[in-house]
């Protein structure tokens, strides 16, 4: 096992410095402007080096099953078309197109729906119609792509939250005897390290800095939502309870829900980009970038390990889901409201000041 980590952490890192180089040859950079504020131009090649790392290893380590194949397919057709939308700047209607064919390709040939959610609503099982599990199984791999896409906003947020998603799945993975899958996980982390490491300018400094891209935003988000699936729609032999995975990737889903929802309100496109995330948030109310980065990756980790907790403990499903909602809800209303919590909190802090 430690022979393929150690060749998953080198050919990611080398394929990073190889691709970053070919990347400004063909004009795959992303260039500063109003919302994007880095200095210079910086390759767009993160993803596409993870995806060919993670590609390689399963090729030589994993059994590819027409499972694997069809995860293999999805993925590299979500790569390219995160390429060229890094490339062409494509509009949210194609992408969103490509996103949902990969979805039925999931549901049709692979067998994978969300149909299972479990005892959310009480002491009976939640289980949906065929049709009506096709359309949240389509929503949810949407969902799950867009929301690790829209937290790519700060150097290490999306690597950082990513990891803490595959930690979390790895761990329950591993502790239900799912070795391969354990293993996948543990794999897609080490692949990422190089990845993290070169965006936050370690050890070569900014000279090197590489962005992850739509493309590694996307296999990531689909990677995601793919494991999920498998960890919590097997009834018989789940790794995780549906309600479970909605700990797992809390933090990005209430960031891309609250988001689209105050798009929505002022009449404009949910897919709009725009400074209201959260982590643009944490840094306009005083955070440094990397401040922000460890704030939000440590109450994302809180909530796995919350998660983590409930499975262990068999806490009540609908617990857990009501649970959920109510973080949900102050998420919003504090994110509503931030503005005016930090005008009290800098008032409150010169009034203990002069006193």
């Not at 890094?86 to 969103?96: G, H």
């Not at 039925?104 to 939640?126: N, Q």
């Not at 018989?236 to 549906?242: C, H, L």
Request: charged share 15%; proline share 3%.
């Amino acid at each position: 096992m430690s022979f393929y980590l150690i060749f998953a952490f080198f050919s990611s890192f080398i394929l990073l410095l190889v691709c970053r180089k070919l990347a400004k040859r063909i004009g795959l950079v992303d260039k500063p402007n109003e919302r994007k504020l880095h200095v210079g131009q910086v390759p767009l090649i993160g993803g596409i080096s993870i995806f060919t790392a993670i590609m390689l290893n399963i090729c030589l380590v994993f059994d590819v099953t027409s499972n694997v194949m069809l995860y293999m397919v999805c993925s590299t057709v979500l790569i390219v078309l995160g390429a060229l939308d890094d490339r062409f700047d494509l509009s949210f209607k194609a992408r969103l197109g490509v996103q949902a064919a990969i979805s039925m390709a999931m549901i049709l040939i692979g067998y994978k729906s969300l149909y299972y959610l479990g005892f959310i609503a009480g002491d009976k099982a939640l289980i949906l119609p065929t049709f009506v599990s096709y359309v949240v199984t389509i929503f949810a791999v949407i969902g799950a792509i867009n929301a690790f896409n829209m937290v790519d906003g700060i150097d290490g947020l999306l690597g950082g939250l990513a990891l803490v998603t595959f930690g979390a799945l790895g761990y329950m993975f591993y502790g239900a005897g799912q070795i391969e899958l354990a293993h996948f996980c543990l794999l897609l982390m080490v692949a990422m390290l190089p990845y993290i490491m070169l965006n936050l300018g370690f050890p070569f400094g900014r000279r090197f800095k590489v962005f992850m891209g739509d493309a590694g935003s996307m296999f990531i988000g689909f990677t995601v939502i793919w494991l999920l699936i498998e960890a919590s729609q097997d009834q018989q032999e789940a790794v995780i309870r549906p309600v479970t995975a909605l700990w797992f990737i809390g933090l990005p889903l209430m960031d891309m829900v609250c988001i689209m929802s105050r798009r929505i309100k002022k009449g404009q496109s949910p897919f709009k980009p725009d400074r209201e995330h959260l982590h643009h948030i944490c840094q306009r109310v005083g955070m440094s970038p990397r401040m922000s980065l460890l704030v939000i990756c440590l109450i994302a980790t809180l909530m796995a390990v919350v998660g983590v907790w409930s499975e262990y403990l068999e806490i009540s499903e609908t617990v857990m889901f009501v649970a959920f909602l109510l973080v949900f809800a102050l998420y919003y209303l504090a994110i509503s409201y931030v503005w005016r919590i930090t005008a009290f909190m800098h008032r409150w802090f010169k009034f203990t000041r002069a006193t």
